[in-house]
Nanobody, 127 residues
């Protein structure tokens, strides 16, 4: 089992950047596939980006392609989501999730694939 904690959210203006962090305090994240998800008020949770632990493959939702980048820092035991050129429609609570590497190591944007979730960090983009 792994515990993940998100940080880095905040209130920014359109066009600004934020970097979200997903850290683990109990185990190394090296072997866990990671996903970033978001949920806006009144909407379903959606997959934003994911990172395979098997081959480093990444995937992004169409709405964030070219603006968001997911990466893993092995030394810091942290996965980052760099968000550039933020838009008001990016406003949501962002969640980091990890899956059990005994059963899956690939990249997935499907929330049901993940077993371990953080509590989320709020991102608000407003002028």
């Amino acid at each position: 089992q792994v515990q993940v904690v998100e940080s880095g959210g905040g209130l920014v203006q359109p066009g600004d950047s934020l970097r979200l962090s997903c850290a683990a305090s109990t185990r190394t994240l090296d072997y866990y596939p990671i996903g970033w998800f978001r949920q806006a008020p009144g909407k379903e949770r959606e997959g934003v980006s994911c990172l395979s632990s098997r081959d480093g493959r990444t995937s992004y939702a169409e709405s964030v392609k070219g603006r968001f980048t997911i990466s893993r820092d092995y030394a810091q035991n942290t996965v980052y989501l760099q968000m550039n050129n933020l838009k008001p429609e990016d406003t949501a609570v962002y969640y980091c999730a990890a899956d059990d590497p005994r059963f899956r190591t690939g990249c997935s944007l499907q929330a049901y694939e993940y077993d371990y979730w953080g509590y989320g960090t709020q991102v608000t983009v407003s002028a």
